[in-house]
């Protein structure tokens, strides 16, 4: 079983910063690609930003130059830095992760999508 735990949401005022960490544990082999999600009320969930595991980054529109993205591949971690809140950036923000695990003794994997259960950030006006 892999589970993933975010930390870090809170209560900001435009203009503020947090941030957020994803820590994956469990039956995991090694992570590819990791990311985080948002969902605002009344809204699909939307990709934030995201990670390969060699470091490559992509980022929505509307975060470029405010929120950053990094990961740690040893300790399965992965943060996310936000700066200058806007009230729009209000939402319940996921952690994802592609996990490879070994699943018998030859050695084979599998490569599985896995979720936390979110945090909310909320940014006042």
């Known amino acids: 079983q892999v589970r993933l735990v975010e930390s870090g949401g809170g209560l900001v005022q435009r203009g503020g910063s947090l941030r957020l960490s994803c820590s994956a544990s469990?039956?995991?082999?090694?992570?590819?690609?990791m990311a985080w999600y948002r969902q605002a009320p009344g809204k699909e969930r939307e990709l934030v930003a995201g990670?390969?595991?060699?470091?490559?980054?992509n980022y929505a529109e509307s975060v470029k130059g405010r929120f950053f993205i990094s990961r740690d591949n040893t300790w399965n971690t992965v943060q996310l830095e936000m700066n200058s809140l806007e009230p729009e950036d209000t939402a319940v923000y996921y952690c994802?992760?592609?996990?490879?695990?070994?699943?018998?003794?030859?050695?084979?994997?599998?490569?599985?999508?896995?979720w936390g259960e979110g945090t909310l950030v909320t940014v006042s006006s």
């Open positions: 994802y992760a592609q996990v490879r695990k070994v699943v018998n003794v030859e050695g084979a994997t599998v490569t599985r999508n896995y």
């Open positions: 990670v390969t595991r060699g470091g490559n980054t």
């Open positions: 469990g039956s995991i082999n090694s992570i590819n690609d």
